[in-house]
């Protein structure tokens, strides 16, 4: 022990060859005295000197574990998988041992503190990889922009701050805002606040670069931006969302008074993350207003409800190609006659090609029809103006139609008919026959000159005309799923119709041809009764008035 | 019933005054815009042109779209001045036509003394060879053009 001692100093003697290595070595004898150490492990831990007591002068890490590699039994000790570390002097070590033939045992230590910093900053850059990945698949999920920004203010809240009000730009003078507190639920709320009262909100709003958090003062915030028992804030961070195109609103991140303030690489982290839910919530914006924007157009492109009208029934049936949409390339409309007991006039038709572009062809021949209505007597005029209005020079979009003015004669209904290019009106008589009606012409719309024949049928009580378009006949299917439903079909169909009300027969002919269609794709398919009610004439009372009537 | 509809397919013969483009297949919505494109081609291709024969006979169905893109070929053809002629129609084809009140219109082209000529040309298959046995220099289109 003494001689060992007596050995101790710095240099390449025999037994302690690493006086200059360049990592610091410490040399400590069963009972804990550190015998020698290296110029290197001078510099690193100058209170090290040789007789001195491990434990004094090394750090607890260190110190133990050359207690508990004592204790074991220096046979034993091994090199452990994971090499033992720890801090000394603010770096840190790893510590390596070898155990020497005179029973001293040599610790070597490595400097990885670079290394820990580089495992650390790789943990946490995976981390945040991790996090937007995970933000970005919950943001996109969902196209409800009310969810999206619930989400976008939890998911901040859990990870950035300690509270987090997502802010979506002014409706009116309404802020809509969603704050939620770390570990909380998101509370929706509506602020009638100007923004441009909080320094930065108002520029985070129209999409202008952050203002850095250290420039914002964390006193001036307003109490509606402070969450309920959150106490005084002690940072802020604003950081527009940007959308597509315009801004989709503002995060602001709050931090607890005490807590740490936020760095350079969290604001700039805030900003991805904002990047990825701005985008979420405007995908969500967009969607909202086409939506809104579809809805708009399908009330006024939707097929009326049919009723009576001035003593004649009338009903109607559409089922567009694609049950989705709703709206297609069929319509039909029904307008009362001026007065009482004038001529109601039913329009059904069919437009060329599929979808909104359709659609939007019907909705102009429904207006043009509608506007053209003074002149309902003279169908042939009205087609013509309709195909003048029609015409463009840039495609030969048609439409097949039929006009149909019915008013109630008696107990009887008198229906003057006009097709236009359209398959012929099928009239249901009481014994059962069914009869196409004799009306021809041209379609509209495609053709500088048209021609139009009409022709005028009387139907008598429980008769009906059944108006359809070509959906019905054309539906393919049956039990070998490629035959046309067709006309002769359809008459049959029709011939055991006779004395049905108007509805019964609208509803038995979808019915059939969805039987008949399965669930094979389809055409748009329309179909509208003009029935005679089997009632009674009430005679006017006084002899003068127009006569009642019941259904 | 099982067996599937020929797919579409379009093959042009050109002689001298006429061309003739033969329709195989479904005209309809996906299919139809072919051929406009192909009939847009020969009628500005062929400032001289004076007949365009549409082969019918191969045409399976034809839907709205399909007639809408006959009607276009026809309005282009008139303002080229060129005589637009739908040969061999089926009798489908025919129904659709009259049930619309354009079978005049397609019909019903104003006829000049030479139309017969090129119209008979057109369609004897030994003059139409021949025909387009000498054009084929100038740039044959179909790959049986000879049917």
């Known amino acids: ?551 | 019933m099982t067996i599937l509809p020929p797919a579409f397919h379009l093959t042009t013969v050109e002689t001298r005054h006429a061309v003739r483009i033969e329709i195989t297949g479904d005209l309809d919505y996906d299919t139809a815009d072919l051929l406009l494109e192909e009939a847009t081609a020969r009628l500005s291709a062929r400032p001289g042109l004076e007949d365009l024969h549409l082969h019918c006979a191969g045409i399976g169905m034809v839907d709205s779209m399909g007639l809408s893109i006959l009607l276009m070929i026809g309005r282009r053809a008139n303002a080229a001045r060129v005589r637009l002629h739908l040969d061999d129609r089926p009798a489908q084809l025919d129904r659709l036509l009259s049930i619309t009140g354009t079978l005049e219109y397609f019909t019903a082209q104003p006829a000049t003394g030479a139309a017969a000529t090129h119209l008979d040309t057109a369609e004897s298959p030994a003059a139409a060879t021949a025909t387009e046995r000498r054009t084929r220099a100038s740039g044959p289109t179909g790959p049986d053009a000879t049917t």
């Open chain 1, 1 to 551: 022990m003494v001689s060992t001692r007596a050995q101790a100093g710095v240099g390449a003697e025999p037994d302690f060859p690493w006086g200059r290595a360049p990592y610091p070595v410490l040399v400590a004898d069963a009972a804990g005295v550190l015998t020698q150490r290296n110029e290197a492990a001078q510099v690193l831990l100058p209170a090290a000197c040789p007789g001195a007591e491990l434990a004094d002068v090394v750090p607890g890490w260190l110190a133990s574990a050359h207690r508990s590699m004592c204790l074991a039994g220096l046979e034993g000790g091994r090199e452990p998988e994971v090499p033992l570390s720890g801090g000394i002097e603010g770096r840190r070590f790893e510590a390596h041992f070898s155990l020497r033939g005179d029973g001293t045992v040599a610790w070597w230590l490595v400097d990885d503190t670079d290394h820990q910093l580089a495992r650390e900053a790789l943990r946490m850059e995976r981390e945040q990889t991790a996090f937007l990945a995970a933000a970005s698949s919950t943001l996109l999920s969902s196209l409800n922009l009310g969810r999206c920004m619930d989400v976008t203010a939890q998911m901040a809240a859990d990870h950035l701050a300690d509270a987090v009000l997502a802010i979506a730009p002014a409706r009116g003078r309404r802020l809509p805002v969603v704050s939620c507190l770390r570990g909380g639920t998101p509370t929706t709320s509506q602020e009638v606040v100007d923004p441009d009262e909080v320094p930065g909100l108002g520029e985070a709003l129209r999409g202008f670069p952050p203002v850095p958090s250290r420039w914002i003062d964390a006193s001036a915030a307003p109490r509606w931006m402070i969450p309920e028992d959150f106490g005084p804030i002690g940072a802020i961070v604003i950081t527009p969302l940007p959308g597509h195109g315009v801004p989709a609103g503002a995060l602001v991140l709050l931090r607890k008074e005490g807590s740490a303030a936020f760095t350079e690489e969290e604001e700039v982290f805030a900003r991805l993350f904002a990047a990825r839910a701005g985008a979420a919530m405007s995908a969500a914006r967009l969607y909202a207003e086409q939506t809104a924007i579809t809805e708009v157009l399908m009330r006024d492109l939707l097929p009326p409800v049919l009723h009576q009208i001035s003593g004649v029934d009338f009903a109607g049936s559409y089922r567009p190609s694609a049950d989705h949409e709703r709206i297609g390339g069929d319509f039909y409309d029904v307008h009362p006659g001026v007065a009482e007991g004038e001529p109601s006039l039913v329009a059904l038709g069919d437009v060329c090609g599929k979808g909104l572009e359709a659609a939007v062809l019907t909705g102009k021949i429904r207006n043009t029809l509608h506007a053209l209505l003074p002149l309902a007597d003279d169908h042939q005029r009205m087609l013509t103006l309709l195909n003048t209005a029609l015409l463009s020079s840039h495609h030969t979009r048609f439409a097949t139609l039929v006009l149909a003015s019915a008013a109630r004669k008696g107990n009887e209904v008198r229906v003057r008919l006009t097709s236009a290019g359209h398959p012929h009106p099928l009239i249901i008589r009481a014994n059962g026959t069914v009869e196409e009606a004799d009306t021809r012409g041209t379609l509209v719309g495609a053709l500088p000159d048209i021609s139009a024949r009409t022709t005028t049928v009387t139907l008598a009580p429980g008769e009906s005309c059944i108006l359809y378009t070509d959906g019905i006949t054309d539906a393919r299917g049956g039990p070998l799923g490629d035959v046309l439903f067709g006309e002769e079909r359809l008459k049959r169909a029709l011939a055991e119709c006779a004395g049905m009300p108007a509805e019964g027969i609208v509803e038995h002919v979808q019915m059939l041809a969805s039987q008949w269609l399965g669930n094979r794709d389809h055409d748009d398919m329309a179909v509208v009764a003009i029935s005679a009610p089997r009632s009674h004439h009430l005679s006017a009372v006084d002899g003068h008035t127009r006569g009642r009537y019941t259904a």
